[in-house]
């Protein structure tokens, strides 16, 4: 059994959607809850603009009960601010809180926020022991293996940040100056999990993509659960073909196109109703290369559901995209 602190537990290995900017929202959530996703992360929210009471950052903390349990993800970098966001956090009632020490991306770590912390590990340190004691809810981190090549300190810092009270860690396997590039090191991982003095959670984070790699990865090192963020965009079913290729060592068939098209008809419903007219229209678009990947043809149709912004024409296009393709997979299944 994995538990996170006394109040979240997994029986099986688990799998965890990784909180990222526009993408795990409750609209998407939810397609990953149905798809198997053990437990879920919002968005990160900037704590400056939870104590400020902007509306975009206030939105992100909304949560459903059919999504737990889930994470509420903060970033900053000031002492006070993330107190203050910690108790507005607690007054939405997630199972866990969780502070982003990984993002790499340089209007957040120009001000030391996300993975800019991991040039000073005792600040990091520091700002998290000050969220352990200024909330009840399990406090976890996710972070990187470092800033840069030389700084890859993880295990040390794993450690201190156990002996301050976190309850999980969450590990992306590379440092900051990497972005998303090159391949991602989970040696380092796995030594932070070998660890004796480690007693909480390890999750790894990093290129995980298929069914056969996540099992891999499992059984090489030695992981608690994985996290799963870029390959889920536009495919909530990376969480099943996973859990089905864990259990019985067989590759699910993927996703028929009327499958694709009724999960991207709710995705866009949903991201209407939560986000209005506009940002619901525009934060969709990064789904729909993934929802019809590898679709001979399908080029037209992607062009116009990256550029419209009426609903109705998006529907249509979605309704149109499978009368034609779900003739192609009958023509080939026969």
């Known amino acids: 059994m994995v538990k996170i602190g006394d ?15 526009d993408v795990s929202d409750p609209p998407f959530r939810a397609l990953c809850k149905e798809q198997g996703c053990d437990m879920m992360y919002t968005e990160f ?5 939870l104590i400020r009471d ?12 059919e999504e737990r349990p889930i994470g509420i993800q903060i970033f900053g970098a000031e002492l006070d601010s993330m107190r203050r966001a910690a108790e507005i956090v607690e007054e939405a009632q997630p199972e866990v809180l969780d502070i982003n020490f990984g993002c790499p991306v340089k209007k957040v770590v ?10 000073d590990i005792p600040r990091m340190v520091e700002l998290t022991e000050a969220i352990v004691k ?3 809810l399990p406090v976890t981190v996710k972070t990187r293996l470092g800033w840069d090549e030389q700084s890859k300190h993880i295990v040390e810092v794993a450690e201190r940040l156990q002996d301050v009270g976190i309850k999980a860690i969450s590990i992306h396997g590379r440092t900051r100056k990497q972005m998303y ?5 989970w040696s380092l991982i796995a030594k932070v999990k070998e660890n004796p003095r480690i007693q909480i959670p390890v999750f790894g984070n990093g290129d995980i993509d298929s069914p056969e790699k996540a099992k891999l990865y499992r059984d090489r090192y030695g992981v608690d659960g994985i996290m799963i963020g870029r390959a889920s965009i536009g495919y909530p079913w990376i969480f099943r073909e996973i859990k089905h290729y864990l259990a019985t060592g067989e590759t699910l068939a993927p996703p028929t196109v009327a499958e694709r098209v009724d999960a991207a008809r709710r995705h866009l419903s949903r991201s209407l109703e939560w986000k ?3 940002l619901g229209v525009v934060e969709m678009r990064r789904h729909y290369s993934n929802y019809f990947k590898g679709y001979p043809g399908i080029k037209p149709f992607r062009h116009r559901l990256v550029t419209e912004m009426e609903p109705a024409t998006l529907f249509a296009t ?3 995209i499978e009368e034609v393709f779900s003739q192609q997979e009958l023509e080939m299944a026969s």
């Open 7 to 21: 109040t979240v537990s997994f029986e099986e290995f688990p799998l965890l959607l990784a909180p990222m900017e």
């Open 54 to 65: 902007a509306s975009k950052s206030v939105q992100k903390l909304d949560i459903y009960e």
């Open 45 to 49: 929210i900037s704590v400056e603009g």
């Open 134 to 136: 200024s909330t009840n």
């Open 276 to 278: 209005g007219p506009v």
């Open 318 to 320: 979605l309704d149109e």
């Open 110 to 119: 120009c001000k030391m926020a996300g993975a800019g912390i991991l040039q």
């Open 181 to 185: 590039k090159g391949e991602a090191d």
